[in-house]
């Protein structure tokens, strides 16, 4: 992935690029039916294009997919790049057989309407990336500060609320904001707060405990941590006012699921 959609991490996909192609040609790689120079490499940039700068030459990939709705399209359509040099060397399974679509790849009808929303969505997004990452950096901030500044008031010690992901905020998507908040129930403020608020626990509880997901178990969260994660995120058209009233709905519950612990 080049970003992940979790806890919002930008990985440097160009420097593991970088690696995997040297490694490839170096002497002692088993290159077993593939040619050294023909290992692949692809990465998915559903979460990052429209957030972030996603450049198909200075990453040097192969191949890169982009899903619409992230960053304006409507839902239902999406695009696989593929570098033309790779594309001449290979033949790639279509997903769908039948006729000869979208150069063999694809059978069916193209979606015209949906293929053109895509390339405007995209020109727009680009156009606008700068001021849209900046708009998601202030809220999500924002939304940091007022949660930490809510859960202060109460009685005692403040609880400890971390910051999940890079320390350095501008490794980590814009909009995404996931934190962990130490003697919380991610899962029951999600469940309390029902349609109120759009966000998700780090961690899914069920009849026989608690799963934490994939990713915080990646992190080697301890089952604490991950039980106290929650993952918000602001889109381009979030405004100040929607983020300042959803503060008080989520620090409200958030106190008053400590209060019943204490």
């Given at each position: 992935?080049?970003?992940?959609?979790?806890?919002?991490t930008?990985?440097?996909?160009?420097?593991?690029?970088?690696?995997?192609?040297t490694r490839?040609k170096?002497?002692?790689?088993?290159?077993g039916s593939?040619?050294?120079?023909?290992?692949?490499?692809?990465t998915?940039?559903?979460?990052?294009?429209?957030?972030v700068?996603?450049?198909?030459?200075a990453?040097g990939?192969?191949?890169?997919?982009?899903?619409?709705?992230?960053?304006?399209?409507?839902?239902?359509?999406?695009?696989?790049?593929?570098?033309?040099?790779?594309?001449?060397?290979f033949?790639?399974?279509p997903?769908?057989?039948?006729?000869?679509?979208?150069?063999?790849?694809?059978?069916?009808?193209?979606?015209?309407?949906?293929?053109?929303?895509?390339?405007?969505?995209a020109?727009?997004?680009?156009?606008?990336?700068r001021?849209?990452a900046a708009?998601?950096?202030?809220l999500?901030?924002?939304?940091?500060?007022?949660i930490?500044r809510?859960?202060?008031?109460?009685?005692g010690?403040?609880?400890?609320?971390?910051?999940?992901?890079?320390?350095?905020?501008?490794?980590?998507?814009?909009?995404?904001?996931?934190?962990?908040?130490?003697?919380?129930?991610?899962?029951?403020?999600v469940?309390?707060?029902?349609?109120?608020?759009?966000?998700?626990?780090?961690s899914?509880?069920?009849?026989?405990?608690?799963?934490?997901?994939?990713?915080l178990?990646?992190?080697h969260?301890?089952?604490e941590r991950?039980?106290?994660?929650?993952?918000?995120?602001?889109g381009?058209?979030t405004?100040?006012?929607?983020?300042?009233?959803?503060?008080?709905?989520?620090?409200?519950?958030?106190?008053?699921?400590?209060?019943?612990?204490?």
């Amino acid at each position: 992935m080049h970003s992940n959609n979790e806890v919002g991490t930008i990985q440097n996909i160009a420097e593991i690029v970088e690696s995997v192609k040297t490694r490839c040609k170096s002497a002692d790689f088993a290159a077993g039916s593939f040619a050294r120079e023909h290992i692949l490499f692809h990465t998915d940039a559903a979460q990052s294009c429209g957030k972030v700068p996603v450049q198909a030459t200075a990453l040097g990939v192969d191949m890169i997919t982009v899903v619409g709705h992230k960053f304006g399209a409507p839902k239902g359509v999406g695009a696989l790049w593929i570098r033309s040099a790779c594309a001449a060397g290979f033949t790639i399974e279509p997903c769908l057989h039948g006729g000869g679509q979208e150069s063999g790849r694809r059978a069916g009808t193209e979606n015209v309407l949906l293929a053109v929303a895509l390339g405007a969505a995209a020109s727009l997004a680009t156009e606008e990336q700068r001021q849209t990452a900046a708009h998601m950096r202030r809220l999500t901030a924002r939304l940091r500060d007022g949660i930490e500044r809510h859960l202060g008031k109460m009685a005692g010690e403040a609880p400890t609320v971390r910051v999940n992901g890079p320390s350095d905020r501008e490794r980590c998507l814009p909009n995404t904001l996931s934190i962990s908040i130490e003697g919380v129930s991610a899962s029951a403020v999600v469940t309390e707060l029902g349609d109120r608020i759009a966000f998700s626990a780090g961690s899914a509880c069920h009849a026989g405990g608690t799963t934490m997901s994939a990713v915080l178990r990646a992190m080697h969260f301890v089952e604490e941590r991950g039980r106290g994660t929650i993952r918000l995120s602001c889109g381009r058209h979030t405004t100040v006012e929607e983020v300042d009233r959803a503060i008080p709905i989520l620090g409200e519950a958030l106190l008053r699921q400590l209060q019943r612990r204490h």
